[in-house]
């Protein structure tokens, strides 16, 4: 079993829920997410939910992301911004828009920009060579199958080239911690697997690298998180179940043995099965 050390938490989500209106759609959000500290790697975290459709994980992401203001409870994420000393983790902070890379179920593109000149507006902000940043580009472009297809503009692509388009981008940009809504659907199974590819590359770039995301795929689910939620209605004590979402269930993969294998294995299978369950009840 791989060994490992809990550090301190990269995210603090606290008492989180949403209503519109009258109407409440998530509410009782808690969990805490660590730094996981792996002998001889630099591993960040690979947080997954999942659940049915409509109960409610878009609406916490976007509270996740600081793109919505939860109407119940808060959502804390590590400052990396604050001076720290040395060897210490930096301190939570409430997360605010734009701390954050979030891709969208609805992925929006810039219409006027070329896939070529979103990729180079996506990195303006990095301080490598404007020859470094081309070469990183273009290996992007071709791992993700977009090269061919690299001046076009969005109007003219196909749907799962602009959502890897939308992905990219965010994986360009973004510093820490990126928040992927359904981030495979739509894609072919090579482009499946690029983007599993480079969601460990972004993951082992950095101790503090965080990968969050939702899929309707268990198995994808099951083989890329090492942390998974399951978001759904709770049970009532009548049987019933109370319509508005909430964690009913968390599987943590570290614990498990089953986290960071090469191999979907009987035990990753078994536990899939496990994760079914759970989403079917709720
Ligand atoms: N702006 C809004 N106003 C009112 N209700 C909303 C709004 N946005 C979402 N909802 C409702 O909140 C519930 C949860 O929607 P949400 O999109 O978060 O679900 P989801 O789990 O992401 O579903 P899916 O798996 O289909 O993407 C749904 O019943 C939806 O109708
Ligand atoms: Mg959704």
Known sequence: MATYQHAEAILHVENVGVAYGEKQIIEHITFTEKDVLRPDVVQGQTIAFVGRSGRGKSTLFRSLAG????????????????????????????????????????????????????????????????????????????????YAVRHQYPNELSGGQRQRTAILEQVLSSTNYIILDEPFSGLDVGNIQNAINAFRLINQSHELATIIFCTHDIDLAVEMA?????????????????????????????????????????????????????????
Do not use: C
């Open 226 to 282: 090492d942390s998974l939620y399951v978001l759904g209605y709770p049970t009532n004590a009548d049987g019933t179940l109370h319509p508005v979402g909430t964690l009913v269930k968390h599987f943590d993969l570290k614990t498990r043995g089953l986290a960071w294998k090469d191999h979907f294995s009987p035990e990753h299978k078994a536990l899939v099965e496990e994760i079914k369950e759970a989403i079917l009840a709720s």
């Open 67 to 146: 793109l919505e203001q939860p109407t119940q409870g808060e959502v804390m994420i590590s400052d990396l911004q604050a001076p720290i000393k040395e060897g210490e983790n930096p301190p939570l902070r409430k997360v605010r828009e734009g701390d954050v890379g979030f891709v969208s179920q609805n992925y929006v593109l810039f219409r006027h920009k070329t896939i070529q000149q979103a990729m180079e507006f996506a990195m303006r902000k990095q301080s490598l060579p404007a020859a470094e940043k081309d070469k990183k580009i273009t290996q992007y472009l071709k791992d993700w199958g977009l």
